[in-house]
């Protein structure tokens, strides 16, 4: 801050926000009607850059040192508000917590403003997604398994539909935003297992565009791995040991279709899904398909165990390493039970398919 602005702030106290800094980001703002909300986070990305408190009239002010657009999101107790801001910008931002809190203004920055238009699609998707994971736990209430597990499909059927929309929106958003961080933070808001084509596409076209930003520079990262997993590319190798200790690689199993299951003898939604997995396989094993377990398991008798009473009589491997094995990375497995299939060219053609969805998908492609 140069000294007259120094001057200004300490004698009669508006300075700060009337002299830019072309080397700083300046956001002051007021929270009206917050509750019990005293405090306003910062964060770019994940990573929390700094909090400031609400003055007795409910107005905050933070200043950072900038040389570059910064994409921040203000967090004001549950609600998160995103914005853009150059260097040289002082933005004034506002919302009111208790009549429309999903709502904000923004004044003194383009691109927030710009950004500030994608919020309602993506307000959208939020409560699209919320409303089907209510819906979907109250309809689950005294259903057997199998009726779950149809439900689940149903669910899931709907959502890839609802995000599909999303997506579609979000990238015509990215499309005419192409140049800035507002069109970033809508392709940023994808799911990837609805818009891994979409994603890569994206990151394809931003060349060098925001090198210098370590958000960017991250979401690149996350595809560039993502891509490496996207349907059409080359399934990373498996080698493990079957409980009697041979030596089993994926690509023995080349000229067939193949679901590799990963999976564990102490995940609950594994073995509940074993059943439909065999009553798969035993239906489409003689057409040149077969299924290889990936176990994630540490121990070998728990695992030799579940493998002999869920009658998984296919090729069953392990590296015995669990959340530590290196297929955990390869795959970027978060969560199991998770799965790919791979075509007789060992080629990813399928991913995550469970329940009817995986029984439709074999029957599309054997047939």
Same mark, same amino acid.
């Given at each position: 801050?140069?000294?007259?602005?120094?001057?200004?702030?300490?004698?009669?106290?508006?300075?700060?926000?009337?002299?830019?800094?072309?080397?700083?980001?300046?956001?002051?703002?007021?929270?009206?009607?917050?509750?019990?909300?005293?405090?306003?986070?910062?964060?770019?990305?994940?990573?929390?850059?700094?909090?400031?408190?609400?003055?007795?009239?409910?107005?905050?002010?933070?200043?950072?040192?900038?040389?570059?657009?910064?994409?921040?999101?203000? &967090? /004001?107790? *549950?609600? +998160?508000?995103?914005? $853009?801001?150059? =260097?040289?910008?002082?933005?004034?931002?506002?919302?009111?917590?208790?009549?429309?809190?999903?709502?904000?203004?923004?004044?003194?920055?383009?691109?927030?403003?710009?950004?500030?238009?994608?919020?309602?699609?993506?307000?959208?998707?939020?409560?699209?997604?919320?409303?089907?994971?209510?819906?979907?736990?109250?309809?689950?209430?005294?259903?057997?398994?199998?009726?779950?597990?149809?439900?689940?499909?149903?669910?899931?059927?709907?959502?890839?539909?609802?995000?599909?929309?999303?997506?579609?929106?979000?990238?015509?958003?990215?499309?005419?935003?192409?140049?800035?961080?507002?069109?970033?933070?809508?392709?940023?808001?994808?799911?990837?297992?609805?818009?891994?084509?979409?994603?890569?596409?994206?990151?394809?076209?931003?060349?060098?565009?925001?090198?210098?930003?370590?958000?960017?520079?991250?979401?690149?990262? &996350? /595809?560039? *791995?993502? +891509?490496?997993?996207? $349907?059409?590319? =080359?399934?990373?190798?498996?080698?493990?040991?079957?409980?009697?200790?041979?030596?089993?690689?994926?690509?023995?199993?080349?000229?067939?279709?193949?679901?590799?299951?990963?999976?564990?003898?102490?995940?609950?939604?594994?073995?509940?899904?074993?059943?439909?997995?065999?009553?798969?396989?035993?239906?489409?094993?003689?057409?040149?398909?077969?299924?290889?377990?990936?176990?994630?398991?540490?121990?070998?008798?728990?695992?030799?165990?579940?493998?002999?009473?869920?009658?998984?009589?296919?090729?069953?491997?392990?590296?015995?390493?669990?959340?530590?094995?290196?297929?955990?990375?390869?795959?970027?497995?978060?969560?199991?039970?998770?799965?790919?299939?791979?075509?007789?060219?060992?080629?990813?053609?399928?991913?995550?398919?469970?329940?009817?969805?995986?029984?439709?998908?074999?029957?599309?492609?054997?047939?």
């Amino acid at each position: 801050m140069n000294k007259f602005c120094v001057f200004l702030f300490s004698i009669v106290g508006i300075g700060l926000w009337g002299c830019s800094n072309k080397e700083t980001i300046a956001i002051s703002g007021e929270i009206l009607n917050p509750g019990n909300v005293k405090v306003v986070a910062f964060y770019e990305g994940d990573r929390k850059l700094d909090s400031v408190f609400l003055s007795d009239q409910n107005k905050f002010k933070f200043e950072r040192a900038a040389t570059q657009p910064r994409l921040l999101t203000l &967090e /004001v107790g *549950k609600n +998160r508000y995103p914005v $853009i801001i150059s =260097p040289g910008e002082n933005l004034i931002f506002s919302s009111d917590l208790q009549n429309s809190p999903e709502t904000y203004q923004v004044d003194g920055s383009e691109l927030s403003t710009v950004l500030r238009g994608f919020a309602p699609i993506k307000q959208r998707k939020e409560f699209l997604e919320d409303s089907l994971q209510g819906d979907f736990v109250k309809r689950m209430v005294n259903k057997t398994e199998a009726e779950i597990e149809s439900l689940r499909a149903d669910y899931m059927a709907q959502y890839r539909n609802e995000m599909a929309s999303f997506t579609q929106q979000a990238t015509a958003f990215a499309k005419v935003n192409k140049d800035n961080l507002a069109g970033f933070y809508a392709m940023s808001s994808l799911d990837p297992d609805v818009a891994e084509n979409e994603l890569i596409a994206y990151v394809d076209g931003l060349g060098e565009n925001f090198s210098d930003n370590g958000t960017v520079t991250q979401f690149k990262e &996350e /595809v560039a *791995k993502l +891509r490496k997993l996207a $349907i059409g590319q =080359p399934a990373p190798e498996i080698v493990a040991y079957t409980p009697d200790n041979k030596t089993v690689k994926l690509s023995d199993f080349k000229g067939k279709y193949v679901l590799v299951d990963f999976w564990a003898s102490w995940c609950v939604p594994c073995r509940k899904e074993n059943p439909n997995i065999v009553r798969v396989y035993n239906s489409y094993k003689d057409k040149n398909f077969t299924v290889l377990g990936v176990s994630l398991d540490n121990n070998p008798g728990s695992w030799m165990r579940a493998v002999e009473d869920d009658k998984l009589t296919w090729t069953n491997i392990s590296d015995l390493k669990a959340w530590s094995s290196d297929l955990v990375i390869n795959y970027r497995i978060k969560a199991i039970p998770a799965s790919v299939i791979v075509d007789p060219a060992g080629n990813i053609v399928g991913k995550n398919l469970r329940g009817t969805d995986l029984e439709t998908f074999l029957k599309q492609t054997l047939n």
